[in-house]
């Protein structure tokens, strides 16, 4: 979301179904802009000029924006997660060739901070992780060591988006080790997946499996 008196960038959307444009009648269309809820191809919302660059390099993206006297955001719903997800941008061709100069002349320097970076991360990966499983095994004495150790991985593994990386997760909040470590049981030791996988749903799998859970937490508790 764009702060205060800095305008929201434009908005390209990549549709789901076969669109056509309101103005020339052109289409299906690959892109579009929405313009009081009327499709609009590129060139029509005068952007056709623009070459599409799709995410993935953070410095060229930054660059080729940072140069480009008009640039878009390209977006595609996800259904699954019912949002708009970042795609890539459109640019001006002129900038893009100016940032992909820019990068190639620096990018043994940004090679070398990436993997400065990947070493700084993984250390820290290293001790959340074991201070995740140290927290289990302080709330689950009864759990195996091995064990914690594997729940500790999975739940907070970086980028995964699960209740280990979550700020609760991080702080070693005793609700975010805890949700861990039942999904870990709710998986591992109940029939939960069979159930989903025999089309039961979510919600009553869960309440056919919560006794079975809780009997484990509580023998792991003692």
Same mark, same amino acid.
């Given at each position: ?11 390209? =959307? ?11 009648r ?19 919302a ?36 019912t ?17 992909e ?17 990947a ?15 140290a927290e =289990? ?86």
């Amino acid at each position: 979301m764009a702060g205060q008196g800095v305008p929201a960038p434009l908005v390209v =959307i990549v549709p789901l179904k076969r669109r056509h444009c309101a103005e020339c009648r052109g289409g299906p269309l690959p892109r579009l802009v929405l313009e009081f809820h009327a499709p609009l191809c590129l060139d029509c919302a005068d952007l056709g000029h623009l070459v599409y660059l799709p995410r993935g390099d953070a410095a060229l993206t930054r660059r080729a924006r940072e140069a480009s006297g008009l640039w878009a955001v390209v977006v595609r719903h996800n259904r699954r997660r019912t949002r708009y997800e970042r795609q890539g941008i459109l640019v001006e061709e002129a900038a893009l060739a100016r940032a992909e100069s820019a990068c190639l002349a620096d990018a043994e320097a940004r090679a070398r901070r990436r993997a400065r970076d990947a070493e700084r991360r993984a250390a820290e990966d290293v001790r959340f992780r074991s201070a995740l499983a140290a927290e =289990i095994l302080r709330l689950f004495p009864g759990c195996p060591p091995e064990r914690a150790a594997g729940i500790a991985a999975h739940a907070g593994e970086r980028g995964s988006g699960r209740v280990g990386r979550t700020a609760a997760g991080r702080a070693l909040d005793e609700g975010a080790v805890t949700a861990a470590v039942r999904a870990s049981v709710r998986h591992l030791d109940s029939e939960y997946d069979a159930l989903l996988m025999r089309g039961v749903p979510r919600r009553q799998a869960r309440t056919r499996v919560a006794p079975v859970i809780e009997s484990v937490l509580a023998a792991w508790r003692r």
